[in-house]
């Protein structure tokens, strides 16, 4: 009995990632040639913690930001290469002042429909900023047609909240107040969100 030989395209898509953790707003993803599915994960910027009161055996630690929401949406992109998604990577929250002064809120991320396959926008909170008795509030999603999940908080005089876990990443935390004694400290400015694009 004769065999067969198979023969194969030398150009076979061998999968890519784009992860974009700067913020920016109104960018363009452009889909690979010879990619066959799209996952998009999408968190939101996260909160900065407050500053710190009072000083040396009596100084108080400011409270941890929340950190941003996450959504995640699979699709076909079969026949879509050079088009595009358009997304928005939030930004940080600011640290907040010595002496107590509460830290800013993120901003928010977001993907949506480009020229390329129509998705529902996803859209990630950011995470609150921490103040000097509570903990920043958590990030809200919506949009993901796979997954949608609100960050966590900030815990009050301690902890900023935990990064939500993708599948193919992990989300920034909310900003951790100065914990180092003596006199009082400024609080610690918060992460930019995260998009991820995993092409198989």
Not at 173 to 189: D, E, H, I, L, S
């Amino acid at each position: 009995m004769t065999g067969i030989l198979a023969t194969f395209p030398g150009n076979v898509f061998a999968g890519a990632q784009h992860t974009y953790n700067t913020a920016q707003s109104g960018s363009t993803e452009t889909i690979p040639g010879g990619a066959i599915t799209c996952v998009i994960e999408c968190w939101g910027g996260t909160g900065g913690s407050a500053g710190g009161l009072g000083s040396g055996c009596t100084a108080i630690s400011g409270s941890g930001g929340g950190s941003g929401g996450y959504s995640r949406t699979s699709i076909g992109v079969v026949g879509q290469s050079g088009k595009t998604f358009t997304f928005t990577v939030g930004a940080g929250g600011a640290a907040g002042a010595n002496n107590g002064g509460s830290g800013g809120a993120g901003t928010g991320s977001s993907v949506s429909t480009g020229t390329g396959p129509a998705i529902t926008t996803m859209t990630d909170g950011p995470g609150g900023g921490g103040t000097s008795a509570v903990g920043g509030t958590a990030g809200t999603a919506t949009g993901g047609a796979a997954a949608n999940s609100s960050g966590n908080a900030g815990i009050p005089q301690n902890a900023g909240g935990a990064g939500i876990v993708g599948i193919n990443g992990t989300g920034p935390a909310g900003a951790n107040p100065n914990f180092v004694g003596g006199a009082n400290k400024t609080g610690v400015a918060g992460s930019p969100g995260l998009i991820i694009f995993t092409y198989t």
